[in-house]
Nanobody
Framework: QVQLQESGPGLVKPSQTLSLTCTVS??????????WSWIRQPPGKGLEWMGT???????YYSPSLKSRTSISRDIVKNQFTLQLSSMTPEDTAVYYC?????????????WGQGTQVTVSS
């Protein structure tokens, strides 16, 4: 089973772009049928899927966030990165990376521990 670890800033100013990286160990981000996702949980709310990048490089984004979201990957470093632009206080949340197998909408079988991101001036 793969292990995932998020890293990035804990505090972002409004209007800035958030960049979070998920480092993968125990497996390759190009391994067949693996999909790599970002999910977040605002305080007091449920989990929100943000987007997924597949082993072929294909991407899938939440319609509500698509205009502000990008998920890229670094095959050499075995990492995938979330960028979320035009941050507002409503983007304050715990951000998780996760992986699943089969399809881009398959259940996740591995999660990172999550990283708190606060948007404040």
């Amino acid at each position: 089973q793969v292990q995932l670890q998020e890293s990035g800033p804990g505090l972002v100013k409004p209007s800035q772009t958030l960049s979070l990286t998920c480092t993968v160990s125990g497996g390759s981000i190009t391994e067949n049928y693996y999909y790599w996702s970002w999910i977040r949980q605002p305080p007091g709310k449920g989990l929100e899927w943000m987007g997924t990048r597949g082993y072929t490089g294909s991407t899938y984004y939440s319609p509500s966030l698509k205009s502000r979201t990008s998920i890229s990957r670094d095959i050499v470093k075995n990492q995938f990165t979330l960028q979320l632009s035009s941050m507002t206080p409503e983007d304050t949340a715990v951000y998780y990376c996760a992986s699943g197998q089969g399809t881009w909408y398959s259940p996740y079988d591995s999660w990172g521990q999550g990283t708190q991101v606060t948007v404040s001036s």
